[in-house]
């Protein structure tokens, strides 16, 4: 891991409702391929978990069986690839973040997704190749995500989101 991640690409989608994130998370959700972490970032209620379940949906998991992993931090499920579901919510910092086995579960990335909600408590423990969504609430019903690759590995992952 090294101290200044680059980011190498940037989009910006505008939801107008639960409806519209659901669906942009599935569309990524199909193009993900092992090896993928996902940090997401924003405030209490902007849609984080909303977004899981649509990622989770592209990569055929029922979205019925997508709940916040709030109380038990961590949440698997079993899709096209396994997906770790990590809600950091209740974590104060990084130290907080080693003694869940943070490390542990990023070295599982290699093998399916990661989904880290409250992500920012645990940038500087990312690895080098991840996909920011930061999520801001503009109105009760329309969010703006800004989704930014680091790295090199996910680079095309935002390609043919605008249509």
């Not at 809600?87 to 104060?92: E, H, K, P, S």
């Not at 869940?100 to 500087?124: F, H, Q, S």
Request: proline share 4%; aromatic share 10%; glycine share 12%.
């Amino acid at each position: 891991m090294s101290a200044s991640k680059i980011a190498k690409k940037m989009h910006v989608f505008f939801s107008n409702g639960p409806a519209a994130t659901l669906r942009f998370g599935r569309r990524l959700g199909e193009k993900m391929t092992a090896g993928s972490v996902i940090a997401l970032v924003g405030e209490l209620g902007c849609g984080k978990t909303l977004f899981t379940r649509g990622l989770c949906s592209g990569l055929g998991i029922p979205g019925k069986e997508v709940n916040s992993p709030t109380f038990a931090f961590v949440n698997e499920y079993r899709g096209r690839l396994p997906v770790y579901h990590v809600d950091l919510y209740r974590i104060g910092d990084i130290e907080d973040g080693f003694e869940i086995g943070m490390l542990d579960y990023l070295a599982r990335a290699e093998a399916g997704v990661i989904v880290l909600e409250w992500a920012e408590k645990v940038l500087p423990l990312l690895p080098e190749d991840y996909l920011q969504v930061k999520f801001e609430v503009l109105s009760p019903q329309r969010r703006r995500l800004e989704l930014t690759v680091f790295g090199e590995r996910l680079g095309t992952l935002l390609k043919g989101l605008e249509s």
